[in-house]
């Protein structure tokens, strides 16, 4: 370590300019440069300045403006926009009751949204709060582990294997250190890092003596000194530079083409009637109200905040299950999933993995074996992993002789599969001792060890050998090869070269039984149509063991020699009917999961470690656990508080609730404004007056839509929670035109009666048509909610109870002070009666057309297959910090 240098008083501005070319410094000179100990780090207090002088360690501000921007955004919708633009004419025309009233609707609707956005925004904080990117610094003296945001410039960094790079960095001290730089240079393979200096003229990835933010610590420990954090780091640089957005989703792509759809028909009718309404001679300021009026009256607006509302309520129910949502729009895919991909160590298993057995590869138990492993396991340095925990759980006093030291270290990787450690003690020459998968390490191996004596491992010994492996496998046991070889003192650096000519001394036996309850869970998933396919990196028999005892088809098996030889187009058609994928590396997760994709599957991956990161950020829905490796958890949209797929199993179901109550509104509101406009269009192009002033329908719109404020609440048939659920702006369009000319059909019947029957003069008419409009809207949200009959499927209280309380409030608006603003009359008791016949009549139509549309609807599902209603999509890898 360098010699540490005092901290130097520096100017008030020396902090706030970056160091420049820092990677050509030594690191005592940039402690001095950032007033830093280099063994006690800074002070908390010193921390607690700096925050406030360089802001938090994220590369943008999450809070977007506070609650004022909040609101501002509100006005930024289109349809307020409309709104707006009709009040100004109003204003602008002398109408200045009518500009006041509209303003006033504006308001009360954008305050709702806001209202429900922002208490979404703070609970999915509160839940990301929970699960926060951490890391360990030094700061007065000792290490303290601190939330990523509140790193700074100064600070001494603690990496470990799986750790995440929170801040650009010069190592100070390491220890076999390799850095995955994927992220900032493409570069496929870990790096290895050392303290030291690089030439100035040093691209990324040839600052060997630097770590950046965002990449990850694949081995070996470190100690780093924080340079930049924020939006000084590299990874802030090419980020701005390079856009970098989290891709589109399945469900943000159907909102978005739900809005072109109702975009357009919104247009037509608008045309249409304004130009219809001006032939018929009609004033210019009304028609033109009326039209806009119309367009808003069409459109759900309150959709983005029903979608931010029922996610954030999904969220926090998922929450209580042990489900933490960081991406809400990964809800969506979670309830869409069809395919989960899962290791097995853990989530199939009990994930407590014990060392049974240390054998000679005659299979005779051997002490000898058991030191070699113990001292493997004892001095690597590399990733902690619970093979090696198995190992060294079972150390004794005296099992390590105090003698033996840790001369140097071959870090496991995942392509080699094994991890080497040189050792030297005071009775023999430095010996390599190699642990890893059983057929990597016989690979390498020249001998064998028989009966203390080294034999050469031919041909015929290796097939015995495979014999030997397999049948353990077959058992379920886990084996690990262990190998040594002599090393010369005089040896200038030890390689992955030196792994050669070994000498095979014997194998440690593993075991991870399945969990308990496993089985009933796959069984859950795969009645809720999700496949479940295990990827795994262990041998082909144990994970065939394995899944035949929890009731996943063994028959259909990859090994990832196999997946290496295939094309991506030979992939792609294996992938969906393999459920075993053996042996396989991390790059063939990656491969694996987007071939699934491209066959049409959404695909869910869980995984933990650090070698499942590619696979996460190539899934629909990435899951990981809390206790995953930081690369891992930052990778996923889901993270799990307790690895188990019943916790995951009933994130599902959540999900998928999440996702029919979304559709549920969407549903409910275009069927029925799409019916009540197009009666409304149609009845301005005959009646002699307008059937509704513009403040009327802008009314109607803004009391239907509270109770869809309470959809969120709404209970889910266990019929939605049997299947993925999925966008289908087809479907969305059919359900418009089964619904909304039956409410049309019953709004043309009102009108007959009003006129012929009951003679009603204009504001009679427009007040009567007011309160069946409503009715007829509440009763459709009532019935559609569910395919079943009403009765066997009741809402939520809370939706029912919002229902009844706005009907009830639009039935007595006419006779109130507050009907006289909006132009309305008091209705004749006995119009009032027929009106409620109408809406009753109205409701049992719709319960009878509802149930013929359901059963039709599902007839046609079962006649094609699931995948062929889906387009197979593309997606670019997500870059989060």
């Known amino acids: 370590m360098d010699i540490p240098v005092p901290p130097t008083p520096l100017p008030s501005s020396a902090l706030e300019v970056a160091i420049p070319a820092y990677w050509t410094r030594s690191p005592s000179e940039l402690g001095a440069a950032l007033a830093t100990s280099l063994q006690d780090g800074l002070t908390s207090g010193e921390a607690e300045e700096r925050v406030r002088r360089f802001g938090p360690n994220s ?130 393979f870990p790096v290895a890092k050392a303290p030291g200096v690089s030439t100035k003229d040093a691209g990324l990835g040839d600052r060997s003596n630097c770590v950046f933010t965002g990449t990850s610590v694949r081995s070996g420990t470190a100690t780093a000194l924080a340079i930049a954090t924020g939006p000084r780091t590299e990874f802030a640089r090419i980020a701005s530079a390079v856009a970098r957005q989290i891709p589109e989703t399945e469900f943000a792509r159907g909102v978005r083409h739900f809005g072109f759809l109702m975009t357009r028909i919104m247009l037509c009718i608008v045309v249409v009637v304004l130009v219809a309404n001006l032939l018929l001679h009609r004033p210019i300021v009304d028609s033109l109200l009326f039209s806009l009026a119309l367009a808003v009256g069409l459109t759900p607006e309150l959709l983005p905040a029903i979608i931010s509302v029922t996610l954030a309520r999904g969220a926090r129910t998922m929450s209580k299950s042990g489900v933490i949502v960081r991406r809400l729009d990964a809800m969506e895919n979670l309830g869409s999933m069809d395919v989960l991909c899962t290791d097995k160590t853990g989530t199939l298993t009990e994930g407590v993995i014990r060392l049974d057995s240390c054998v000679d590869p005659q299979g005779v138990v051997s002490p000898e074996v058991r030191r070699l492993a113990l001292l493997n396991s004892a001095f690597q340095s590399g990733m902690k992993n619970p093979l090696d925990d198995a190992v060294t759980a079972t150390i004794a006093a005296g099992e390590i002789s105090s003698d033996a030291r840790k001369l140097a270290e071959i870090p496991y990787d995942f392509s080699r599969k094994r991890l080497s450690v040189i050792v030297a003690g005071k009775d023999g020459a430095p010996l390599l001792i190699c642990k890893g998968a059983a057929s990597n390490v016989i690979g390498v191996c020249a001998a064998v060890m028989a009966a203390g004596r080294e034999l050469t491992l031919n041909d015929n010994v290796r097939k015995q050998l495979d014999d030997v492996c397999r049948q353990w496998g077959e058992a379920g046991m886990r084996a690990l090869a262990v190998a040594t070889r002599p090393i010369s003192e005089a ?4 390689s992955r070269e030196d792994e050669s000519g070994l000498c095979l001394q014997g194998f440690l036996l593993f075991s991870d039984p399945p969990k308990a309850n496993i089985s009933a869970v796959v069984a859950s998933l795969v009645e809720r149509g999700v496949r479940i396919k295990v990827i795994s990196g262990d041998n082909r028999y144990v994970v065939r063991h394995l899944a035949s005892a929890i009731g996943i088809d063994g028959s259909r098996m990859l090994t990832g020699k196999e997946v290496g030889r295939m094309s991506n187009d030979a992939l792609f058609s294996r992938a969906g009917k393999t459920d075993l994928f053996v042996e396989i590396d991390p790059n063939q997760k990656e491969r694996i999961v987007a071939a699934l994709r491209k066959a049409g599957h959404v695909v869910g991956y869980l995984g933990d470690g650090i070698n499942d990161a590619p696979a996460l950020h190539e899934a629909d829905v990435g899951i990981s656990v809390d206790g995953a490796a930081d690369v891992a958890r930052e990778a996923a949209d889901v993270v799990l508080m307790r690895q188990d797929l019943a916790v995951l199993s009933k994130g599902v179901d959540d999900g998928r609730r999440t996702f029919t109550n979304t559709m549920k509104y969407i ?43 309470a959809i969120a609440t709404d209970k889910v048939d266990p019929a939605d929670l049997r299947r993925p659920q ?75 109870g919002t229902a009844i309380a706005v009907g009830a409030a639009g039935v007595t608006i006419p006779y109130t002070a507050v009907g006289g603003l909006f132009g309305f009359v008091p209705i004749p008791l006995e119009i009032l009666t027929v009106l409620l016949g109408i809406s009753l009549f109205y409701v049992a139509a719709l319960e009878t057309v509802k149930i013929f549309y359901f059963t039709t609807l599902s007839t046609e599902d079962h006649s094609q297959p699931r995948t062929s209603r889906r387009r197979p999509r593309t997606r670019t890898r997500r870059h989060s910090k």
Do not use: Y
């Open 491 to 494: 040896t200038p650096k030890i």
């Open 667 to 709: 549903s409910i509101a275009t069927s029925a404004n799409f019916g009540n406009m197009i009666s409304m269009a149609a009845a301005s192009l005959v009646l002699p007056f307008l059937p509704l002033l513009a403040k009327q329908i802008l009314l109607n719109n803004l009391l239907s839509d509270l109770p869809a404020m």
């Open 59 to 188: 590369l943008s501000e999450e809070s977007g403006g506070g609650m004022l921007a909040n609101f501002a955004r509100q006005f930024k919708s289109p349809l307020v926009l409309v709104l707006v633009f009709a009040a100004l004419v109003a204003g602008g025309v002398g109408e200045v009751h009518d500009a006041i009233i509209i303003s006033i609707i504006i308001l009360a609707s954008c305050f709702l949204g806001f209202l429900q956005e922002h208490g979404a925004q703070r609970a999915v904080e509160a839940l990301r709060q929970r699960i926060s990117l951490t890391s360990k610094v030094r700061r007065d003296g000792a290490d303290k582990v601190v939330a990523a945001v509140g790193i700074v410039p100064g600070d001494l960094i603690l990496l470990s294997a799986g750790s995440l790079v929170p801040a650009d960095a010069v190592i100070v001290v390491a220890q076999d250190l390799n850095v995955s730089e994927a992220t900032l240079t493409g570069e496929t």
């Open 726 to 800: 999925r966008w289908d702006i087809s479907r969305i369009k059919r359900f418009m035109l089964w619904f909304g000319p039956l409410s049309s059909i019953f709004d043309l019947a009102t009108f007959v009666v009003l006129l012929a029957v009951f003679s009603a003069g204009q504001d009679e008419f427009r007040s009567a048509w007011f309160v069946e409009s409503l009715m007829t809207q509440l009763a459709t949200m009532l019935v559609i909610r569910t395919p079943g009959p009403i009765w066997r499927s009741r809402p939520s209280p809370l939706l029912f």
